[in-house]
């Protein structure tokens, strides 16, 4: 039988000791997923031939690689001249702020994460005095110690990273909007947990807005889930942090219009819809405003009529007045009136017909 003491001596100097299999978060670019491959393959292939020059080098190279991924995630804009030093600070800045399912805010593992952050930066040192990228009159002497505590170093930052990457770019806007609008399926808790990795309260009001309407038009598909993670627990808040102003707004206005300008409310939307906007004492008059604008200014509007019961819609619309500021009172009035089937047009035959 062997002797696996005998056998783990045997692979000190190969790839076996180390984890070097990383997983590609969601949302990251194929083209950017093949350079961190690359230089995890350098890193493999300079441990295959006991390269310990070479091993230093791509070790730093791998952290690198990964740092400048995650700020490319992000959507910034980053330029070779870019220091080591600077990328990996600025690529842990965005992680570790980076809320998320799983992800403590522990003030012992935050202290652990930021010592890892330093082995990972202290590795352009140990590269610039012991590792490749420099020619030599003399080469220097490593010793076993040395090359392994750095690839242990590198190997911890890069898969916190990724974990933390991972959640983040499920959290970006256009992901998020773009499976919103594709039909991707979204199970319990996953809007839940996305809306919470994209950080809204972050967010500038434009991409908050864009959030707001890509959850309400979707809602308005019937997605269940998506109705309850995403407007009726903001509805049942009153935390204009978690949830802004303006993912609210928006998302009231996506209750009743889609992107085509057509109206899409139904019973269910009419009940939720003024919740949306009873925290907001003094905006909430204004955003009811402008949706009558919008609605009033297609001289061929007509209202739903494909509802069963456009009676008891507007008797929904009604009793909702009471969610509001006394300020919004008004303009809801004006919402409503738009629904009344006392004042639908009577001119058409069939305005469920009209597109």
């Known amino acids: 039988m062997p002797d696996l003491r005998d056998a783990a001596r045997d692979d000190r100097h190969g790839t076996h000791r180390f984890r070097l299999i990383l997983d590609c978060p969601t949302g990251v670019e194929a083209h950017n997923w093949a350079a961190i491959q690359t230089a995890l393959d350098r890193l493999r292939r300079a441990l295959q031939y006991e390269d310990h020059e ?21 959507g910034e804009a980053i330029t070779d001249a870019l220091k080591y030093r600077d990328a990996v600070n600025q690529a842990h800045l965005a992680l570790a ?75 970006l ?9 594709d039909g991707t399926s979204f199970y319990r808790r996953d809007l839940a947990e996305r ?15 864009r ?5 309400a038009r979707r809602a308005m598909g019937q997605t269940n889930n ?10 049942d808040s009153s935390d204009l942090t978690a949830w802004p102003p303006a993912y609210r707004a928006a998302a009231f ?30 905006e909430s008059a204004a955003i009811i405003a402008d949706l009558v604008g919008k609605l009033r200014e297609d001289d061929d509007f007509y209202p739903p009529m494909y509802l069963n019961d456009p009676a008891g819609l507007h008797a929904t619309l009604v009793a909702s007045r009471s969610e509001l500021p006394v ?13 009344d089937p006392d004042n639908y047009p009577d001119d058409d035959p069939d305005p469920g017909a009209k597109d």
């Open 54 to 74: 070479q091993v230093i080098g791509t070790a730093k190279e791998l952290v690198e690689t990964v740092a400048r991924v995650v700020l490319t995630t992000r």
């Open 253 to 282: 206005e996506g209750l009743f219009l889609n992107e085509r300008g057509l109206i899409t409310l139904d019973d269910w939307s009419a009940r939720w819809a003024a919740r949306l906007l009873s925290p907001l004492e003094d």
């Open 327 to 339: 300020a919004a009172q008004k303009p809801w009035d004006d919402l409503t009136a738009v629904f």
């Open 97 to 171: 702020r980076q809320p998320g399912s799983d992800l403590t805010d522990n003030e012992h593992l935050r202290a652990m994460v930021q010592s890892a952050k330093i082995c990972a930066i202290q590795l352009s040192e140990l590269r610039n005095s012991h590792g490749t990228g420099h020619g030599r009159a003399v080469a220097p002497e490593i010793v076993e110690e040395m090359w392994q505590v750095g690839v242990d170093a590198a190997l911890l930052w890069t898969h916190w990273a990724l974990r933390r990457l991972d959640v983040m770019s499920q959290g």
């Open 195 to 209: 809306l919470r990795a994209a950080n809204l309260a972050a967010l500038d009001p434009p991409e908050q807005r």
């Open 226 to 235: 998506v109705r309850r993670e995403g407007i009726e627990a903001c509805a």
């Open 211 to 215: 959030i707001g309407l890509a959850v």
């Open 173 to 181: 806007p256009d992901p998020l909007i773009r499976d919103l609008a």
